[in-house]
């Protein structure tokens, strides 16, 4: 197992569009949750939002970079014919996956913890100036304090399954652009249809069975009462869904043709 991580972690490191991904995420992260935070604005206090929720608006689209570098750990040896090489110098396929697996998933921890850790602190100093500080009676953006340290943790755990869910599709389907057609559709489609369904029954399924709607409760440390499913049952939503992709790629390696 030590040699195919140090492989599939080569092959992660050489390429030129992992490392510009994974900038991209933090980049991209931290821009739209800093610009989130500068648009919102409470002056009298006491609005309903949640500060620590407002500071990490940006995985919305941050995670999107973090499902194509997955996609692309495993797609883009099929696309060029390197999905050979690599099974027949290590015809243990399962074993294989999981390897790169773990390295996708550290890979977006790393880049989770650095993306999150800036928005939290975005979010630190930008807030009080628009009326969102513990003044006007909203918790503090602090990892002293549990929720939001829970916020922000379970933010970074939140990127490394969809990177693992984006890893499983791409194993199973193969081809790049079908696989984050899928992933992204997952993910993005959800939220648009439970919003068309209004105010209903339905709309509350959905979102709890959605991998993004349920996976970013998580994110919420203010009005939990309302959330159409919990923190962690959420995530643990987005732990099936990701099991269940990695599950189908796995047994789809394992028994068709490379």
Not at 52 to 63: D, F, M, W
Not at 227 to 247: E, S, Y
């Amino acid at each position: 197992m030590s040699t195919t991580l140090r492989a599939e972690w080569t092959k992660a490191r050489t390429m030129t569009s992992t490392g510009w991904l994974l900038l991209g995420t933090v980049v991209l992260t931290v821009t739209v949750s800093a610009l989130a935070a500068g648009a919102v604005s409470c002056p009298s206090g006491h609005c309903g939002d949640d500060p620590a929720k407002i500071s990490l608006t940006g995985i919305y689209l941050g995670q999107a970079l973090i499902a194509i570098m997955a996609v692309l750990a495993v797609s883009g040896e099929y696309s060029t014919g390197m999905i050979r090489v690599t099974l027949t110098a290590m015809p243990g396929r399962i074993t294989v996956l999981a390897a790169k697996a773990a390295v996708t998933a550290v890979l977006a921890l790393a880049v989770g913890t650095v993306a999150v850790g800036i928005c939290l602190l975005a979010g630190r100093l930008i807030l009080p100036g628009n009326g969102i500080s513990p003044a006007h009676g909203y918790p503090p953006i602090s990892v002293s304090d549990g929720a939001v340290l829970r916020a922000g943790f379970g933010s970074i755990l939140y990127l490394a399954l969809i990177a693992l869910l984006s890893l499983g599709v791409g194993t199973a389907v193969r081809d790049s652009a079908v696989a984050i057609g899928i992933v992204l559709g997952l993910l993005y489609l959800f939220p648009i249809i439970s919003a068309a369904a209004g105010p209903s029954d339905m709309e509350r399924h959905l979102q709890q069975i959605g991998p993004m709607t349920a996976g970013l409760a998580i994110q919420s440390v203010t009005g939990l009462h309302a959330l159409p499913i919990g923190p962690w049952a959420g995530l643990g939503v987005l732990a099936i869904w990701a099991a269940a992709a990695l599950l189908t790629g796995g047994l789809l390696l394992r028994f068709r043709d490379a």
